[in-house]
């Protein structure tokens, strides 16, 4: 499958909200444990302003996927760390899309000076942190038991790479 990489814009929020929610309420990827409002979309855009986001849809232009990254702490002595975040579309796992998007992040991540990349992943998200792995990215910490959804506890692992 063919997939097209463009600039997120306001006009993406309602299909990026629907895929957050989707590993919001069936999984442990997404911290949260109550679906998220189209409206939180705004503090999304707020979060991110000043840093490269974009989404994947398919030839039909239908949103499959969303990635950002943002700035690892507010200080500006980390200005050269990122924390990434990306989904994709639960029926479009295991196409390549989670590569295509950790390249572009990475590649737009470097043209702005970031050396540093860190992901926070659940411990109970075997998939995500095996992806890490075979790309390159480090655990570097640990929180035990810091989280819990689904009446689990759960680990966040963070992960490094550097670019």
């Known amino acids: 499958m063919t997939y097209i990489v463009e600039k997120m814009n306001d006009a993406h929020g309602p299909g990026i909200i629907t895929i957050f929610n989707h590993y919001i309420q069936n999984t442990f ?16 855009v707020e979060i991110i302003k000043d840093h490269p986001a974009f989404v994947v849809k398919t030839e039909e232009g239908e949103l499959v996927g969303f990635a950002f990254i943002r700035a690892y702490n507010s200080a500006t002595s980390f200005r050269h760390t990122a924390d990434l975040t990306y989904f994709n579309h639960p029926d479009h796992t295991r196409k390549g899309l989670g590569t295509l ?5 990475i590649e737009d991540a470097k043209s702005r000076g970031i050396q540093n990349v ?18 390159g990215f480090e655990e570097k910490g640990r929180l035990t038991n810091v989280g819990k959804k689904f009446g689990q506890y759960f680990d966040v692992v963070y992960m490094q790479k550097t670019i």
């Open 29 to 44: 990827s997404a911290y949260f444990e109550d679906p998220l409002p189209e409206a939180f979309f705004g503090r999304l």
């Open 118 to 135: 860190i992901a926070s992943i659940a411990s109970k998200n075997e998939g995500s942190l095996n992806f890490h792995k075979k790309h």
């Open 101 to 105: 998007m950790l390249e572009k992040l």
